[in-house]
Structure formats: C-alpha cells, structure tokens
C-alpha cells in the first residue's frame, strides 16, 4: 500500500489526470501485490460506482447550466442584483455572493459558478478598485455556496453514497449556504468600506423596475427545484428533468438567446463533463472496495474512534477528515472513499445523515477553494490567466469564515435540519 500511496502524490503533484491519479496506482498495486484478482473485478467495481438511478439527474441539471451559462441568464441575474446593492460599502462583492448563491440554484457545480458569475463580476470588481487577489479569492469562495445551494452535485455524491435522501439533503442546503452569504458578505462589507473601494452610483427605482422585469424569470429555477421538492411534486430526479425544460424555455423562447450551435454545444459540454464526474465516482467506488477489502479501516479506525465514541468526536473526526482530505484530492472521490469508512461510526452514535451530509459538503466545498489542490483554485487559473499565489493570496478570511461557519452549524444543527424536518418531498 505505500507505493500506491506514493504514486498517487507524485502523480498529482505531476499534474497528471485525477482520474489516472486514482485508477494508475490501484491497477499497478493489483498487478504486483494481488496477481490472482481478475481486473474484470476492478472493472464490476467502477461500473457499481454509476448504477444508482439517482446519478441521472446530474447530467440533467449539468445540461441546464450549460444552457443557461450559453444566454443571458446569468448577466441578466447580476444586473438585477446588483441594481439593489451595488451603491453600498461591499456592494459589487455582495452581489458577486448572491449571484453565486442564486447561480447555485442553477448550477450546483462550483466550476461552472466560477465561470458564469466570475467571467461578468471580476471586470466590474478591478473597475472599481479592488485588487485582483481579492476578486480571485472572492469568486472562487463565493462559488462554494453552489455546492450547498440544490441543486448541488455533492450532495447528489453523498446521498448515492450513504443512501440518504437527496431531496431531504437540498433541502438542509439553503440554511447553512444562506448563513455563508451572509457571513460573505458582512466582511465584503467592512473591507469595502475600511479600503474604501468599490462604491458605485446607486440606481433609479425605474433602473431597477427594468432590472427586475429582465431578471426576475431566473429565479424561477430555485422556485421549480426547491418548491418541486419541498411540497413533494416532484422528486429530485424529476427536478432535474423540469430544470432543463425550464432552461430552454427561458433561453429559448423568452430571452431569445439560443441557437441551434448553442444547443448542441451545451449537449457536448454536458456529455464531457458528466464523463468526468462519472469516470470520478467509478474510480471512488473502486478505490473504497480496494480500501475496504484490504480492511484497511478496521486496522486504524478503532485507534482513532476508541472504544465508545461521543456524537460530538465522530462529527469533529468526519469533519477534519473531510476538509484535510478535500484540500488534495477531488471532493467527489473523497465522499465515496471515506464515507464508507466512517459509516458504521456514525449509524452505531446515531447521527443524523442528512445533517451530517451537509457538514461534509460543506468540507468538500472549502476543500474546493483551498491550497494546494482545490480544483477551483485551477480553475479560475484557467479561466482568469493568473499565477498560483495570487489565485490564493486573499483565500485564508474566506476559509476562516467557511470553518466559523462549520462550527456554528454543529452547535446549532437547525439551521440545516429545519426544512428537512418539515418537507413533504418524496
């Protein structure tokens, strides 16, 4: 097991593929340490990985964003935000925060958050004075809160993963993701106004009236997504289909904004991009047999649990182990490898899996946006054409915000657990 474990650093340090990083280093420790193993068994694992029906939405809500990223959506949303606040302290960053979050509702993915609201928001923010470290750090943190905001594909992982409910998981998002916009932008706030920065004129009620009448369509999607579920008509399969309809028809016939190029080209993005979420999740579960049929678990977990683990060590334990974990290797294959791991840890304290799934997005989404290898960090590199440290420069008030926040949900559970607690979904 070492050298697999060596392999897969150097391969990631490498810059290879997370995919190669994963399944290079488990056929090769196969091959040499365990000949009599067919691969074809490796081969059953991974396509286990993609067998959970609940995997079907995510293309779907995938193709809905690249649809609405493809029109005019996401500026129309920013406009209509922005002509609210963008004339107080912090104005543009809050409204860099609630389009991500809003964006969230759409997307789920942090990447494509980073894309849509940061290719608009990062021009108007160096516009008006802030520095570009701080527009970076910004963006790639406030697209954190589309991973908590349904309909978000860490949660779809977990829900697969652990067999929880995943509309009951959506649900327990809103809260904690509304609590980080508003921890967001508080210090958006007193930053803008101790730098002085970022002050822009405030707009007419007429500028806003227009503003509303262009945007307010988009909000549909929460409305269609989060109240289809929530009252129960539909399931979150059946929301992801709804989203997509929703998304053609808004670009298509209202704004206008689609053509046929377009369409086939969110086809394509969709079937790439689901290719790598999928290649991922085969590659966890392959990696979590492995892991599991070495018993690799049973040798350390008990030293680290002991004998009768409190409620509130397990949570601490998951929670370190998540963010640590998630700060090297991609959020989606953390979830399938250690959720299995620390299971029978957490039905035998009795937490509650759909609080806890919320914890554990949450980690996945900091890890995100968090030296040395959160995948968003990469990505707005490739996106905004900028080096390394100043990607991350102006990251640490955002984590620190991120875990303040992570602890305020474990000491106040309610904040995730209250819708859930009441919904009638399905």
């Known amino acids: 097991m070492t050298f697999m474990w060596i392999s897969m650093v150097a391969m990631l ?22 000949p009599t193993l067919k691969m074809t068994v490796l081969v059953q694992q991974v396509l286990t990985g993609l067998t959970p029906p609940s995997l079907v939405c995510v293309p779907m809500f995938i193709l809905a964003a690249s649809i609405i990223t493809s029109g005019k959506a996401a500026r129309r949303l920013i406009n209509m935000v922005r002509s ?81 409910s995943i509309g009951k998981l959506f649900l327990a998002g809103i809260g904690p993701g509304l609590l980080v916009f508003f921890m967001f932008s ?42 289809g579920i929530y009252t129960g008509i539909f399931s979150p399969t059946e929301a992801a289909a709804a989203s997509v309809a929703y998304a053609l028809l808004l670009e298509g016939l209202v704004y206008r904004s689609l053509t046929w190029n377009k369409i086939f080209k969110s086809f394509l993005d969709t079937g790439v991009i689901t290719g790598v979420v999928f290649v991922l999740v085969g590659a966890g579960q392959a990696f979590s047999w492995l892991i599991s049929f070495l018993r690799i678990p049973q040798a350390f977990m008990p030293l680290l649990f002991g004998t009768d683990p409190s409620q509130l060590k397990v949570v ?34 009795g937490i509650n ?39 991350i420069r102006h990251t640490p008030p955002f984590i620190f915000i991120l875990i303040l926040a992570t602890i305020l949900l474990i000491v106040f559970p309610d904040i995730a657990m209250f819708l859930p607690n009441t919904m009638l979904a399905r």
């Open 316 to 349: 601490l334990i998951v929670v370190i182990s998540y963010f640590i974990a998630c700060m090297f290797v991609d959020p989606i294959v953390a979830i399938y490898i250690l959720s299995p791991i620390f299971g029978p840890y957490v039905v035998a304290t």
């Open 13 to 34: 340090l490498l810059g290879f593929p997370f995919m190669v990083t994963i399944l290079g280093p488990l056929i090769a420790h196969i091959s040499v340490h365990m």
């Open 353 to 391: 899996s759909v609080f806890l799934g919320v914890l554990v997005t949450l980690q996945a989404a900091i890890g995100s946006a968090t030296p040395p290898f959160g995948c968003d960090i990469f990505t707005a590199q490739l996106i905004f054409r900028r080096p390394y440290l100043e990607v």
């Open 186 to 227: 508080v210090y958006c706030y007193f930053y803008s106004k101790i730098k002085k920065v970022g002050l822009a004129p405030k707009a007419s009620w007429k500028e806003r009236f227009v503003a509303v009448k262009e945007g307010i369509l988009v909000l549909g999607f929460p409305l269609v997504i989060v109240g």
């Open 84 to 164: 609210f606040v963008g004339h107080i302290p912090g104005g543009l960053p809050i409204t860099t925060n609630a389009s991500c979050t809003l964006f969230g509702a759409v997307s789920g993915s942090t990447q494509a958050t980073v894309a849509a609201i940061g290719g608009t928001m990062r021009p108007m923010l160096l516009e008006a004075g802030y520095k570009s470290s701080f527009t970076l750090g910004l963006i790639i943190n406030s697209s954190d809160i589309a991973f908590l905001i349904p309909p978000s594909i860490g949660f779809i992982v977990y829900g697969v993963a652990t067999n929880t």
